[in-house]
């Protein structure tokens, strides 16, 4: 049924308005789909997938990547849809529209996502609002919630470490983690900040943040990086996360190794190096570190080979895209 719509509806709209679309059907519509996921329309996870990570109760291993649900505006029905969390933003300290249109483009012959966004988002403070009042009620206290936070596109390098630390400042109160993104392609110098020398005053700040911001919580830190990272700075990110004692790392985002057009490119063609990479993560942090592992995982056997591969917890999205409302769900009660 999903495949028609897909086909016939779908793919005959703009992809950035049928996300947005996609994103107020699931904010105007959680409440339905709350109830017909308690009918057991979608399969519930088995007991034995559920995952202790991040000191935290997962359900099951797949959760939503950020980039779905910038904003935060349709966490409830987000995670109704079957998510075991939901990764909101990217969301930076300051509002901004993003990069010029076109910017979204679906690679169907390879079921994959190109994007050139450039962290279009409300902003920390807007965000921070809307995520006081879903923490407010107890069904939006439930949801396990993390938070992506990017550097300003108009924010210098040199500035970027208080950047970044203002929206942890501002987020950290409601989030279950936060996640530092130093990996997406579309915000021109982003991905220098990868380099150790970069990335450490960041961390060092945000950590620094979040504990002002909740003195009597700790908030876990993970970091996100990209595919397209050398094996050697792979070692160095990791060396990095535990000398910094960071609770997790995030492998990968999108690709920029591609001959598409601008952009970087997620789902099945990043599924490859994003094995490599949590592979060699598991083997430099060892058994006690939180790894993400996202990047074109579409079936079972995907999901099993990531978790394999060392990965702790999973995320997903541009297959959420091609497979549809069902597909976190299906997932979750096979692992």
Not at 71 to 85: E, K, R
Not at 168 to 185: G, K
């Amino acid at each position: 049924m999903y495949d028609l719509v897909l086909r016939h509806v779908i793919y005959r709209m703009d992809p950035e308005l049928a996300h947005r679309a996609a994103v107020q059907g699931f904010r105007f519509g959680g409440r339905m789909l709350r109830i017909l996921g308690g009918r057991r329309l979608f399969p519930a996870p088995r007991a034995g997938a559920a995952v202790e990570a991040l000191g935290l109760p997962f359900p099951a291993p797949l959760g939503l990547a950020a980039g779905m649900d910038k904003n935060a505006q349709a966490v409830p029905g987000l995670a109704a849809a079957g998510f075991s969390h939901i990764e909101i933003g990217t969301v930076t300290a300051r509002a901004q529209p993003g990069n010029e249109r076109p910017r979204s483009w679906r690679e169907k012959d390879v079921r994959g996502l190109r994007n050139r966004m450039g962290f279009n988002n409300e902003g920390a403070d807007a965000v921070a609002r809307r995520l006081a009042r879903l923490r407010a009620r107890r069904a939006g206290r439930d949801i396990i919630l993390g938070v992506n936070i990017g550097k300003t596109k108009v924010t210098a390098a040199e500035d970027a470490a208080t950047d970044y630390a203002y929206s942890a400042r501002e987020l950290a109160p409601y989030a279950d983690y936060l996640v530092v993104n130093v990996s997406s392609p579309n915000t021109p110098g982003l991905r220098d900040l990868q380099s150790t020398e970069s990335l450490r005053p960041i961390l060092e700040h945000v950590r620094a943040a979040a504990d002002d911001a909740q003195p009597d919580r700790h908030v876990p830190l993970l970091v996100k990086i990209a595919p397209d990272l050398a094996d050697e700075d792979v070692d160095a990110v990791a060396d990095l996360a535990l000398e910094l004692r960071l609770d997790g790392i995030i492998a990968t985002n999108t690709t920029i190794a591609h001959e598409r057009g601008p952009g970087g490119l997620s789902g099945p063609p990043v599924r490859a190096r994003a094995l490599e990479v949590i592979t060699r993560l598991r083997e430099r942090v060892g058994p006690g570190m939180c790894l993400i592992g996202v990047g074109g995982i579409t079936t079972v056997e995907d999901a099993r080979a990531m978790l394999d591969a060392g990965a702790t917890l999973l995320q997903g999205y541009t297959a959420f895209v091609y497979e549809g409302p069902a597909w976190p769900a299906r997932i979750n009660a096979a692992l």
